[in-house]
Nanobody, 126 residues
Framework: QVQLVESGGGLVQAGGSLRLSCAAS????????MAWFRQAPGKEREFVAA????????YYADAVKGRFTISRDNAKNTVYLQMNSLKPEDTAVYYC???????????????????WGQGTQVTVSS
């Protein structure tokens, strides 16, 4: 069982920045791909970004490319999402997720991820 705990959400003005963190309970954290998803009110959950086990490869949704950066610190069992130039349309609950079947592969479909955090709210005001 992998427990994921997100933190770092909050209220920020458009153009501002936030850094989300996701701490994992498992010591094998460095063995699988991690991702961030988000869900806005009335919308389906969508993929945001992912990073492979080693941290050597990342992948982003077009909507956040160039503004968000995903990274991980395997020594701390933590994955991060640095969000810059935030827009009101980035408002959502952000979730981290673990894909235990992937070490070097990145998958964008949420149903393929095995464990999820409880989510952290990000609100961007205009």
């Amino acid at each position: 069982q992998v427990q994921l705990v997100e933190s770092g959400g909050g209220l920020v003005q458009a153009g501002g920045s936030l850094r989300l963190s996701c701490a994992a309970s498992e010591r094998t954290f460095s063995s699988y791909t991690m991702a961030w998803f988000r869900q806005a009110p009335g919308k389906e959950r969508e993929f945001v970004a992912a990073i492979i086990a080693s941290g050597g490869t990342t992948y982003y949704a077009d909507a956040v490319k160039g503004r968000f950066t995903i990274s991980r610190d395997n020594a701390k069992n933590t994955v991060y999402l640095q969000m810059n130039s935030l827009k009101p349309e980035d408002t959502a609950v952000y979730y981290c997720a673990a894909d235990l079947n992937s070490i070097t592969r990145i998958r964008t479909r949420g149903s393929l991820y095995h464990y999820w955090g409880q989510g952290t709210q990000v609100t961007v005001s205009s």
